[in-house]
């Protein structure tokens, strides 16, 4: 079998990945800045490292993954123009800026456990960093490479990489990397690619900290730099972000970190692609209206579906949401919960049938290169086409390898079904339609058979009088 590989924004090419202390894999993910719920295209990103994630366990890594909470410092334009993005929120709900990251974290947590995203081991929040986040400002003070001033202390950016340098990351000239862009120039900032540190006397600012330098707080970039290396080290394997995040927030990263410990920040930058609108325009919280996971369920849709959704698309695509697309991957998903819901007890066996290994093969082969999904998707899928074509079911110990990765709950969907005891209220609906059937009350029955299938049952009537029941594959 061929060893993990993955695309490597630093080289622009696929590598083996080669972790620094294998069997361990350190995975950082710049997280939501939590002002607002996260829209279907913010999930998509955290679902692509979570099937790199649960790729990586596949192929026997051990990972730990980390993932910030940006809860200061996020101005809204991504320099450092501009007010505080939960500062906004929170006055304009009458919150404390606490109060409004809490909320938005823990919907952001519940969105992602519906969609069966396996939780980092650790979740960190900007502001229990601050002092962190202090050491590392003064390690790159003491490297020469950010100077102080009366409004903060900023990261000397043509000192660090010369004037006509291109970025390790963006492979773009500081020029090339801003044309297009407004630049405010403070008149504090030795050029107005210096980036903030530390911002200080903007008394405005609700969320105020202590420094060396005066009372302030952070800017954005310093704390992906301070949290993933109090938890992951100097030099981690894997940091993960949307491709946005290229030319300004981890080129920015790449230099305070290298700058302050004098080697590799990250061995392998991975970026996600954009979930689109059908016009192609990516979906964005500043186009005002965005889709949320919440939407899907008022369409009639399961979270899971979503999930199917983005596995079918290969993380470095655009994919473009669309009804019909939601619906075919819903569709996708009931096919392979129904075949899971009719694995008969017999079938399942220690060693599934010969054909099976093809398949799983085929699965590990596409995640192995690149994080191909799709392909491992279309392997799933062809292995259940086939097992039904040769009426041979022996492939769940296959299926269940899949849903390791897929995590579509096949095994939950095969309990439920196969499952012969029935809630106490269920059976109290099944007992009370038998004794209607007896007594040939048959409207009573299809009142019952009514209700039962409306909470997930299904009903089948026999020739000889006896009726099955059997919760329905989700
Ligand atoms: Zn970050």
Request: net charge negative; aromatic share 10%.
């Amino acid at each position: 079998m061929k060893p993990f590989s993955i695309y490597n924004t630093l080289s622009r090419s696929v590598e083996v990945l080669k972790p620094l202390d294998p069997p361990t894999v350190t995975l950082y993910s710049c997280g939501p800045t939590v002002y607002l719920p996260q829209h279907l295209g913010n999930l998509r990103s955290y679902l692509s490292w979570d099937f790199l994630r649960r790729a990586l366990e596949l192929n026997g890594y051990r990972v730990r993954h980390v993932i910030n909470v940006t809860d200061v410092g996020h101005m809204t334009s991504d320099e450092d123009e501009g007010e505080d993005k939960i500062e906004k929120t929170a006055r304009a709900e009458g919150k404390s800026p606490l109060e409004v990251a809490s909320f938005y974290l823990a919907m952001f947590q519940h969105d992602l456990a519906m969609l069966n995203a396996e939780p980092p081991q650790v979740w960190c929040r900007a502001t229990d960093h601050i002092p962190d986040m202090l050491a590392l400002i003064e390690r790159i003070l003491a490297a020469g490479m950010a100077y102080v001033t009366k409004s903060g202390v900023y990261f000397d950016v043509e000192r660090y990489r010369g004037t006509n340098q291109l970025g390790k990351l963006s492979r773009q000239s500081l020029a090339e990397q801003n044309a297009g862009q407004r630049l405010e120039h403070s008149p504090d900032k030795k050029s107005p690619h210096d980036f903030a540190l530390w911002v200080l006397n903007r008394p405005g600012h609700l969320m105020q900290w202590d420094s060396p330098w005066g009372r302030g707080y952070p800017g954005w970039h310093i704390e992906c730099s301070a949290m993933s290396m109090k938890y992951l080290g100097e030099t981690i394997d894997i940091h993960t972000g949307g491709m946005d995040h290229i030319p300004i927030h981890h080129e920015n990263e790449i230099a305070q970190s290298e700058s302050a410990t004098g080697h590799r920040f990250v061995d392998y930058f991975v970026h996600g692609a954009f979930l689109v609108d059908k016009s192609g325009a990516k979906i964005s919280k500043s186009a005002g209206k965005f889709p949320l996971l919440s939407d899907l369920s008022a369409m009639g849709l399961d979270p899971l579906a979503f999930r199917l959704f983005c596995f079918g698309a290969k993380y470095r695509s655009e994919l473009a949401l669309s009804d019909e697309g939601l619906r075919a991957a819903q569709a996708s998903l009931d096919y392979l919960r129904e075949f899971a819901g009719n694995v008969p007890a017999e079938a399942v066996v220690p060693e599934d049938s010969d054909f099976a290994t093809r398949f799983r093969d085929q699965f590990v082969e596409a995640l192995n290169d690149d994080l191909n999904t799709p392909r491992a998707l279309a392997a799933a899928r062809e292995m259940v086409a086939e097992a039904n074509r040769r009426g041979d079911r022996k492939i769940w110990n296959t299926l269940e390898f899949f849903d390791r990765v897929l995590q579509l709950d096949l095994q939950k969907t095969r309990a439920a079904a196969q499952s012969t005891e029935f809630p106490a209220e269920v059976q109290k609906l099944i007992d009370e339609r038998a004794a209607a059937r007896r007594t040939k009350d048959f409207q009573r029955a299809d009142r019952l058979r009514a209700q039962l299938e409306a909470q997930g049952y299904e009903v089948k009537d026999g020739r000889d009088g006896a009726a099955t029941y059997r919760r329905r594959a989700r």
